[in-house]
Structure formats: structure tokens, C-alpha cells
């Protein structure tokens, strides 16, 4: 499968290295306002949630856009958005279940994740998140990792379990 | 702007008064930010007589232009004040995402003079700053008021600076956090923040940092992140934490057992970072822009503390109401203990020396039940610590003479200078978890040499000598040998201090996170400037980069000379020269070791450029850095100091 | 470039710390300059030896091995 943004919450430690990584990759300029992923923190609890575009291949933005200004790019799969096109009118924002578009605070315009469309390394955020919440990957292969995971997570609490008996 | 916001904002909470003061280019460039901005700040505006609690005293915030950037870990704020533990210069640093926020909203510093007439707080809405009521906060945890506020403001992606209790009832080791549990622990300026009626700094900040060479920037940046991956120090510390360290310290006998009367305990492993991943680790948190990761949120699952939860602990924080005051068999107590001194609002390193001096004033008979109002301060009770350090925050009964700090508790105690032996400190101020006739003699050097209070392992966090053994060659690169990698040597460590004091202030002028710098060495002082340049669009040269370091270490050793402060009071805990460490831990290394302070200071002097006598930066020093204004004030000072001297005048301690 | 005798070089490398020492000997035999004497003990050894690598103070063979090998080997390089 095409490699995809992978989160995994529980991994998420708040840093947003990857929130500060994609605004100076993007604008040139180091701020969350213009980043294209979030994070989401509860201090109190130590809880932290990063909300990036999901990658959806149906997605909503694309399908409320009256301009077509958000649309399914065909190489890259996922919906990018034309700022030359795009109106502002924000139905692509109050649509994604994720809170992944934005409006940038200068142009007015809507944007997103691009994938950090030609960047070698794959995406900044996932290149720099430093706990693994983020990871750029075919998610056959995360998937199959993690039943493998909870394979192993069985086999050592009955192992465990035998011991204490 | 580049870097930098270009202004600071200074709060007067008698007059109401808000105001901008824009920072020119020759300030930003002979000072940089955070600890130098507000170094300068405090030498200029907080005369050496003044009370620590006079409300015309200050207390600044400083961030540094690359507090918000992409830099490695990029979020912390130094707070700096006239201590109310030492009367001397004091500083402090606390991670977490507030510090960016602060830049954000538009400002490289926030200074706060003046005493509101209630409990007030300051809200910082970009340019919008506002005081306003916090009498419903006062009291509160900072959990607690960050909770309240964020409902009060609509916001829940503000970030708060706040004391707690202790602060506010001028606990004289009271600290300061943000995001909750970040803290600045040190030198107690959360006492002079409560003095002055303000509970706390909300900030939301909708700006960004502008970058003069964005795409040298972003390959400066991602070349260290890289290196970051694949870096033992980062993989250590964000697996187990600064806790990471405790076996590492218990095996070479730095590890604080009974206030130092030993390096180690054979239970160590109880609260090391391996046991705490596996039993009580809840989260793993980072700073803002931080590849590390090295904070923990703790919950704690058994026992009588079942429940609790808090962010930390570091290893400062844990050992001294841990293992310092003879804590170890149930780790949760330890737990306990570092979320009630967060809760409460009070520096851990200092609350748990402060009670371990009494402990053993308690065990040599120096102090009995009578002064301890019935308390019967037994090595390792739990429940004595708990209730100490609840009575120290609320100033009740013992607790309230043990809130002063250790020095002044000895001397109200009337225990004479064999009081003042065993409160290990150094001007005042308590020595960290870090028994140097183990950690290292460097570390033991700079012990005496802090400008902000001694015994701080953070004025030259040379860890040349510690987590240098990682990077082969790294000592040779700066010091020209390797023989300083061991701790205990003497070889080549005065110049190691030197080395590492200035680049350190560097660091903090900066407001990056020493662990990115110091603990992992993955930051380079090369790669520190390539990104300040980058950011600033400067082209400072390496040396003009670490003479800042010089200068800003000067100005404040400066500062302590005005309080008469100098040779006399260079010194370490007698405990470290005259007691060799004595066996407690099978495998322990440095059995027999004492530090050999005297073998170091003079060639120490000489690099500084101190004068002999005095032990005050010279007049040629001082004018090479742009300080001849600072020569000028202590010129007159030298003939009483030494004077003073010839008359074996009693030590300084605060 | 001899900077030093044997007896001089013995004595540097026998130091406990000797980065100051050798810095004021190479002031003092005017081989680097009082700005460079400063600029060297706020940067360090490494920066000391490209320097004197670039003004073939020592050879670039020399240099290298200074930079591995630290000062023992650098003392040798400048002395005769």
C-alpha cells in the first residue's frame, strides 16, 4: 500500500517537533497558527493527542468544496488544496471530522497537509517526531506489526500467569 | 524581526502599569536573552542592599531568540530574582511550552516590579496584557488555578506560569512551573513572585518566529534531529528519564544517602528509571520542540498513596526526599513525596536537604524533640517527611523555622558553625543530588564557583566528565585531553569548568535545553551557532558567541562581589574535603575519595581572571567585556573585603 | 615551527592543565597575537590547532594528529 502519516496516540509525547518542523518546512517561518498538523495537550494529565490530516481517500474537504479548490490530487492520493482557486468560504474546515484545515492568517486561504509534497526524507513531522507517534508507513505492514505486538503481549502474561501458579 | 520579538514587557503591579520597552540590536547582540537579559536586568535594577521582598525588587521571565523555533528543544524560560534563600543572585530554569507561548505573543522577556494590592494575575493576549483578580486562586495547587483558568479565559491551549502555597507564603525555596509541572525549582523565587501578590502569567500567543535564513536554518536543524535518532543519551533519557542516572549513581557513589554521609544505597534499583518505567509510568512528555522527551507523568498504583498522579519526577527532584532523607524501601513514598512538593509549591532539592540537615542534626544530638515540637526526625520515616514538608509550605510550627532554608534554620536553631556543616550548601544554597567525590571533581569545582549560590550542578553542568565517556574524543576536541573524561581527576578540570561555565551561560542566554547540549553532546557549541545565526540572520563569530557566556557569568559573579561575597565564601561542603566516602554499596567506586578542591581553584582563578585576594573579577577582565561600569562599582569594595579577610570575619552565608 | 625546547615541552605535557600555559608560551614567543590568545581560550584546543595548521605553525600531518591525539602530541609538534 502507498505509505501514510501513521498515528499512534499513546506514543505522543506533546513536543510538537512536528507542529514546529512543519511550519519552517512550509513558510519559512517557526509557528503553530501556520503548522498543517496539531497537538492537543491536557497538562494536568499529562495528555497529549496530535490531530493531523488523516489522509482520507474520500474526503470531505474535497467533497463540500464549491471551487474545486480542494481536490484528490491523482499522484499523491490525498486531497491538496489551490490557493489561487480556493475562496476562503471554510466549508472544507468546519467539515473535516479532524480539524485538520486551517485558514492562514495572512492570505485568508484554506490549507493543509501536503505531505511535505518532495521532501526525500517523506514528511517532517514524521521524521522528527521523536517517540514514534507519528511514522510515514504502509499501513499493511504497521498493521500487521502491531497484531504481532498483541501476539506477543498474550503469549507474556500467559507465560507470566503459568509462572505465579 | 528576526529571532528575536524585539521588545520586553514590564509589568509595575503597585502602579497597574503596562509597558514595552523595545531591546536594540547592540543589547540583543552583548546579551542575547534569558539569563543575559535578565542578569542585566537584576545588576542594574536591584541594588545588592535591597530586600529580596521589598516590592521594589524585580522578578524576570527571560526567553531567548530561539524559544519558539524549530531548534532542539526550544520552550524553556529563565527566572531570575535576588534570591530570598542566598540574598544573593539567583536563577532558575523551567522547561515545558509556556516559554514559546511568551515569544509568540510578541516578547523576549517579562520583567515584574512593584506589589498588587490583592492576588492578582496577568493575562497576556498577545498585545492585549491585562491584570486581573486571582483571590479565587489563591491557595490553589497549580493544577488547580491552571484548571480554573483556562475555564475563566474560554481557553484550554493557554500556557500558565503559577506559583503554588509555598510561594505565596514566602517559603524562602519556593518555585515557579508552567504547563502545571514544569518547574524552576531554584534560589526561591516563587517567595518573591507570592510577595508581590501575583499568583501567576497566562499567555496565549498567536505570532511565530521569523527566521532571517530559513533554509540553512531548517538543515542546521534537521542535520541535529538526525543525529538525535541514533544519540545514547537521548535514547536513555527518554526511555527511563533523568532517573536514568540513579543506578549509574548509586554504582559510582554520588547518589546522596542521609544527606551525604554516604554515595549510595544497596536498594538504589528501587527507584531507578528501569523500576519507574515498569511500575509507575504513565506518560512520557516533551518540552516544546524537544527530541527527547524526557519528562515522565507518574501515577502511582498501590499503597497508601494509591491514586496520586503528577508530572516528574526528575532525578533532582526525587533523590532529596527520597534517598537523601534515608527513604528507599517503598519507592511510592518517594513518588508521594515529589508530587506534594510540586502540589505545594516548593523547590524538592532544597525542601529535602533542608529536612535530611535536620535529620542529622536530630542524629548528632544537635537539636532534640524540644525544637522539633515533639517530631522525632528519624532516617527514613515517611511519615515525618510527609508531614515536614506540608508544615514547611504552611510555615507551621518546626516547619516554618526549616522554611527559611537550612543556613538561617541553623542559626535561629543557635547550632553555631557545627550547624552550618552540615546543611552542605555553598553561599546559602543547598548542594542538587550530586555527591561530587563521585560525580566528579570538575563538578565538585564549580560546586564552589556558582554564581547563583554554589553548590549547583548547573552553572557548568560539565558533563565533559560525566556523559563525556559517550562521545570519544569530544574532550580532546574542546580541552585537548582525555584524561578529563574521568571524574575523579583533577587533570585538565579548571579548564573543563571554565570551558563549560561560559558555554553553559551561552546555552541559557539561548534558553535550549542544556540536556540537548551538556547531557547529550549531540548539540555542538559550532551547531549552537550556526542556528543562532541562521535564526538571527547574524553572523557572530564562535569566540564573540562564547564571550556572552563570559560576560553574562562575570556580570553576576559581579553582582555577588557588591555583597561582599568573593575567596572567602569559594569553598565546598567541609563534608566533601574532610570525609573520605565511606563504603555502602558493594560495587561502589570511590570508596576512601574526598575532593581535592585546593589542587583546582588557584589555576580555576587564573583562567577566570579573578584577583587572588578577593576572588573579584579583575578590573582588566571586566573592561575586555564590555563591563567597565561593573569594575568601576567594585573598585571601592576590594580594601573592606580584604580587610574583612584579615580580620577572619565569619563566613558568609546569606 | 620549534616554539619550544624538549625541557619546556616536557614540563607542558606533564601538567595537570596546561591549556593556559601553553597559550600564554605561544603569546610570549609572539606566535599568536594577545586577540588571538583570548579568541583561543574561549573556543578551545581544536580551534587553537587549525590555527596553527592554516599558518604552518605546524605541518598539516601534525595538525591532524593533534586533533586526534591531543596536546601530548601537539607539544611535540612545536618543539625541538
Known amino acids: 500500500m502507498e505509505k501514510v502519516l501513521i498515528y499512534d496516540q499513546e506514543k505522543c509525547a506533546g513536543c510538537r517537533s512536528c507542529v514546529v518542523g512543519c511550519s519552517l518546512y512550509h513558510d519559512g517561518e517557526c509557528s503553530k497558527i501556520l503548522s498543517r498538523i496539531n497537538v492537543v495537550r491536557n497538562e494536568r494529565y499529562g495528555e497529549s493527542f496530535v490531530a493531523g490530516c488523516d489522509l482520507c481517500t474520500d474526503p470531505p474537504c474535497a467533497a463540500v468544496c464549491p471551487t474545486g479548490a480542494c481536490s484528490v490530487d491523482p499522484v499523491m492520493g490525498i486531497a491538496k488544496i489551490d490557493p489561487n482557486v480556493c475562496i476562503g468560504c471554510k466549508e472544507c474546515m468546519i467539515h473535516c471530522p479532524f480539524g485538520a484545515v486551517k485558514i492562514h492568517p495572512a492570505t485568508k486561504k484554506a490549507f493543509k497537509c501536503d505531505l511535505c509534497e518532495g521532501r526525500e526524507e517523506g514528511p517532517v513531522c514524521a521524521d522528527w517526531c521523536p517517540s514514534g507517534a507519528i511514522t510515514w508507513g504502509d499501513p499493511d505492514l504497521a498493521v500487521k506489526a502491531k497484531r504481532r505486538q498483541k501476539m506477543q503481549e498474550r503469549i507474556n502474561a500467559a507465560t507470566m500467569a503459568k509462572e505465579v501458579s | 524581526m528576526d529571532g528575536w520579538a524585539g521588545q520586553r514587557l514590564r509589568v509595575d503591579l503597585t502602579k497597574g502599569k503596562i509597558t514595552k520597552e523595545p531591546l536594540t540590536l547592540e543589547y540583543r547582540k552583548k546579551w542575547i536573552g534569558g539569563r543575559g537579559f535578565n542578569s542585566d536586568v537584576i545588576y542594574n535594577e536591584v541594588p545588592p542592599e535591597m530586600s529580596p521582598f521589598d516590592p521594589r525588587t524585580r522578578v524576570c521571565f527571560g526567553v531567548g531568540p530561539m524559544n519558539g523555533t524549530a531548534a532542539p528543544s526550544t520552550g524553556r524560560v529563565t527566572v531570575t530574582c535576588k534570591s530570598p534563600l542566598t540574598g544573593g543572585f539567583g536563577d532558575s530554569s523551567m522547561g515545558g511550552h509556556w516559554g514559546a507561548e511568551v515569544k509568540y505573543a510578541g516578547y523576549d522577556q517579562i520583567i515584574i516590579q512593584g506589589k498588587a494590592k490583592n492576588p492578582v494575575y496577568i493575562w497576556i493576549d498577545d498585545d492585549k496584557v491585562e491584570i486581573r483578580d486571582a483571590s479565587h486562586l489563591w491557595g490553589k495547587f497549580p493544577r488547580d488555578a491552571d484548571t480554573m483558568i483556562k475555564e475563566e479565559l474560554k481557553d484550554e491551549d493557554i500556557h500558565i506560569m503559577l506559583i503554588g502555597p509555598a510561594g505565596e507564603n514566602m517559603v524562602r525555596f519556593a518555585c515557579t512551573f508552567n504547563d502545571v509541572w514544569r518547574a524552576a525549582g531554584r534560589t526561591g523565587h516563587g517567595a518573591v513572585i507570592g510577595s508581590k501578590n501575583l499568583k501567576g502569567i497566562a499567555t496565549r500567543g498567536s505570532g511565530g518566529v521569523k527566521i532571517a535564513r530559513p533554509k540553512e536554518f531548517m538543515e542546521v536543524c534537521n542535520k541535529l534531529r538526525q543525529k538525535f535518532k541514533n544519540d545514547p543519551m537521548k535514547i536513555g533519557l527518554y526511555e527511563l528519564g533523568s532517573l536514568c542516572l540513579i543506578n549509574f549513581a548509586n554504582k559510582d557513589g554520588w547518589l546522596p544517602w542521609k544527606n551525604l554521609q554516604y554515595g549510595g544505597t544497596p536498594l538504589a534499583n528501587n527507584m531507578s528509571g528501569e523500576t519507574h518505567s515498569q511500575t509507575v509510568l504513565k506518560h512520557r512528555e516533551g518540552c516544546y520542540a524537544c527530541p527527547i522527551c524526557c519528562g515522565r507523568f507518574t501515577e502511582i498504583k498501590e499503597g497508601r498513596w494509591a491514586g496520586e498522579h503528577f508530572g516528574g519526577p526528575e532525578y533532582e527532584h526525587a533523590v532529596p526526599t527520597g534517598p537523601r532523607v534515608g527513604i528507599i524501601e517503598d519507592a511510592n513514598d518517594i513518588w508521594h513525596n515529589a508530587r506534594l512538593t510540586n502540589d505545594l509549591g516548593m523547590d524538592g532539592i532544597e525542601t529535602g536537604a533542608v529536612i535530611s540537615s535536620a535529620m542529622e542534626w536530630y542524629q548528632r544530638g544537635l537539636i532534640t524533640t524540644k525544637d522539633t515540637g515533639g517530631m522525632e526526625l528519624e532516617w527514613g520515616d515517611e511519615d515525618v517527611v510527609d508531614q515536614l514538608i506540608q508544615d514547611i509550605a504552611y510555615r507551621r510550627g518546626f516547619g516554618n523555622v526549616l522554611a527559611e532554608g537550612a543556613s538561617r534554620a541553623s542559626d535561629k536553631l543557635g547550632l553555631g558553625d557545627d550547624g552550618q556543616y552540615y546543611t552542605i550548601a555553598t553561599r546559602g544554597m543547598a548542594l542538587p543530588g550530586d555527591d561530587p567525590r563521585g560525580l566528579g571533581f570538575g563538578y565538585g569545582l564549580s560546586f564552589a564557583m556558582g554564581t547563583r549560590g554554589g553548590c549547583d550542578h548547573l552553572r557548568s553542568l560539565c558533563c565533559l566528565e560525566l556523559s563525556g565517556a559517550l562521545y570519544p574524543g569530544l574532550n580532546t576536541k574542546y580541552l585537548g585531553d582525555e584524561r578529563p573524561q574521568k571524574p575523579t581527576t583533577t587533570a585538565g578540570k579548571p579548564y573543563m569548568v571554565y570551558y563549560e561555565e561560559n558555554q553553559k551561560a551561552v546555552v541559557d542566554c539561548l534558553n535550549v535545553c542544556c540536556f540537548t547540549t551538556h547531557w547529550s553532546y549531540a548539540v555542538l557549541t559550532q551547531d549552537q551557532l550556526d542556528y543562532f545565526n541562521a535564526c538571527t540572520g547574524l553572523d557572530m563569530t564562535l569566540d564573540e558567541f562564547l564571550e556572552v557566556g563570559e560576560r553574562v557569568h562575570n556580570l553576576e559573579r559581579a553582582y555577588w562581589a557588591l555583597l561582599m561575597s568573593g575567596a572567602r565564601e569559594d569553598r565546598v561542603p567541609e563534608r566533601f574535603t574532610n570525609e573520605p566516602m565511606p563504603q555502602h554499596v558493594d560495587y561502589q567506586t570511590n570508596v576512601g575519595a574526598t575532593l581535592p578542591i585546593g589542587e583546582m581553584l588557584p589555576k580555576y582563578y587564573k583562567y577566570r581572571d579573578y584577583e587572588a585576594g578577593t576572588g573579584f573579577p579583575s578590573e582588566r577582565k571586566l573592561k575586555q567585556l564590555g563591563l567597565g561600569y561593573v569594575a568601576e562599582d567594585i573598585k571601592p569594595l576590594r580594601k573592606k573585603y580584604m580587610s574583612e579577610t584579615e580580620k577572619k570575619k565569619k563566613k558568609y552565608y546569606y | ?80
Open chain 3, 1 to 80: 615551527m620549534a616554539v619550544m625546547n624538549k625541557q619546556q615541552a616536557k614540563k607542558l605535557a606533564e601538567m595537570n592543565d596546561f591549556f593556559l600555559d601553553l597559550l600564554n608560551l605561544l603569546k610570549e614567543k609572539r606566535v599568536i597575537s594577545n586577540k588571538e590568545h583570548r579568541t583561543f581560550l574561549l573556543t578551545g584546543y581544536e580551534k587553537l590547532v587549525e590555527h596553527l595548521g592554516k599558518k604552518k605553525i605546524i605541518s598539516p600531518v601534525d595538525a591532524k594528529k593533534a586533533m586526534k591525539s591531543g596536546f601530548t602530541s601537539l607539544v611535540s609538534s612545536l618543539s625541538k
